[in-house]
């Protein structure tokens, strides 16, 4: 079992649709969680991170639920410019990050 | 503002051959990681160090050996590249939670 899963998509949504991403992760004791943007060809980018009260940034919310080992991602009146991989990120130990393979989001007019 | 910044970005070598990825970041930062990125497979890591003049192994360290001889450099060999090394590289520093990426380097052994 990976220890970090994400459903790959791809989810092809129109413009002002919501949309969530799911993210299970293994390691019980994993402290931190974050999301990651990833655009075509490019670097991860920190999107946000992820509270256990859940937290919200402008058109996005992050929740975590630890007793499931479970993390989301929402994101509201989706734009074109957010069709991008988005990648869940766990830290297992202050010296280590783990990845999820990303899940694909396309934006559509 | 450079941040994290990889070279070559793209390479092509051939199977036995060797090369270093040279990886420099400009924020003072204590960690450094190299990662290698496979379609389906996301991010995984293979070496990091915590500091100058330490190193130590990630998920797949296999095939690659690691040098942070400066606390802002750190680089990346393949002692005798594979076809399954192909890959795109990605290093990274970080501070607290926050891990910050270089660009990317494209790898093709053939």
């Known amino acids: 079992r990976k220890e970090v899963e994400q459903d790959p998509g791809p989810f092809n949504v129109p413009e002002g649709a919501t949309v969530a991403f799911n993210c299970t992760y293994s390691?019980?004791?994993?402290?931190?969680f974050f999301w990651y943007r990833q655009d075509c060809r490019k670097e991860p980018k920190l999107l946000m991170s992820?509270?256990?009260s859940g937290n919200e940034d402008g058109r996005f919310t992050a929740q975590l639920n630890r007793a499931s080992q479970y993390i989301s991602l929402l994101i509201r009146d989706s734009k074109l410019s957010d069709s991008a991989t988005y990648l869940c990120v766990v830290k297992p130990n202050n010296n280590d990050m783990r990845f999820g393979a990303g899940t694909r989001l396309t934006v559509k007019p | 503002n450079a941040g994290v910044t990889q070279t070559p970005k793209f390479r092509v070598l051939k199977t036995g051959q060797s090369m270093t990825l040279l990886c420099a970041q400009d924020m003072n930062h204590e960690y450094m990681y190299w990662y290698r990125q496979d379609p389906g497979m996301g991010l995984r890591l293979i070496h990091y160090?915590?500091?100058?003049?330490?190193?130590a192994k990630g998920e797949v360290p296999d095939g690659y050996n690691v040098s942070r001889l400066k606390k802002q450099n750190f680089l990346l060999g393949l002692e005798s590249a594979a076809p399954s090394q192909t890959s795109v590289y990605f290093c990274?520093?970080?501070?607290?939670?926050?891990?910050?990426f270089g660009e990317g380097s494209w790898l093709t052994v053939v």
């Open positions: 390691n019980s004791a994993s402290q931190s």
């Open positions: 990274a520093s970080s501070f607290w939670n926050t891990i910050y």
């Open positions: 160090s915590v500091g100058e003049g330490t190193t």
């Open positions: 992820v509270y256990s």
